[in-house]
């Protein structure tokens, strides 16, 4: 078994280079709230933003979150508002 410190040492490789690959690629699934979020944004064709869209989450789906929160998720996927 090889630690992480000797393949990085053979392949010539910073470790700052390999944790910031990892923690880029760490989130690439989506949790059911951010699914929500962009489906959301998807149906009203990109209208509303963060407040609307916290709006009509705890409306229609009964989801309580916090306006910067959602306003994270369509940052984080490029779906706000035009």
Not at 35 to 44: A, D, F, P, R, S
Not at 57 to 71: D, G, I, M, S
């Amino acid at each position: 078994m090889y630690s992480i410190i000797n393949i990085l040492g053979t392949l010539e490789v910073p470790k700052a280079t390999y944790y910031r690959w990892k923690k880029k690629y760490i989130h690439t699934i989506m949790s059911p709230l951010e699914k929500l979020i962009v489906h959301l944004c998807e149906e009203n064709h990109f209208r509303y933003g963060h407040r609307k869209s916290k709006a009509l989450l705890k409306r229609n789906h009964r989801v309580e979150v916090n306006r910067k929160t959602v306003q994270r998720i369509m940052q984080k996927y490029k779906v706000q508002s035009r």
